[in-house]
């Protein structure tokens, strides 16, 4: 793990997703540098086929979830 130097403005508006996220900042932060990079890796991927890549990965299944 190591410390990663970031803009004022780059950290308040992580700060700001992570609240409306209900993550930590460093969570958040991660969270877009995983998906960054994986569109980078797949530039034909929309954000929630890449997001539908990352549950499968997971062996999450979502379709059998109800939204209440």
Request: aromatic share 6%; glycine share 6%; proline share 1%.
């Amino acid at each position: 793990m190591g410390i990663v130097k970031i803009d004022d403005e780059l950290h308040e508006g992580i700060r700001r997703g992570s609240k409306a996220m209900c993550r930590s900042i460093n969570a958040q932060a991660e969270f877009w540098l995983k998906i960054g990079m994986l569109a980078e890796a797949h530039p034909t991927l929309t954000f929630n086929e890449i997001v539908r890549m990352q549950y499968e990965a997971a062996e999450l299944d979502l379709s059998r979830r109800s939204v209440a």
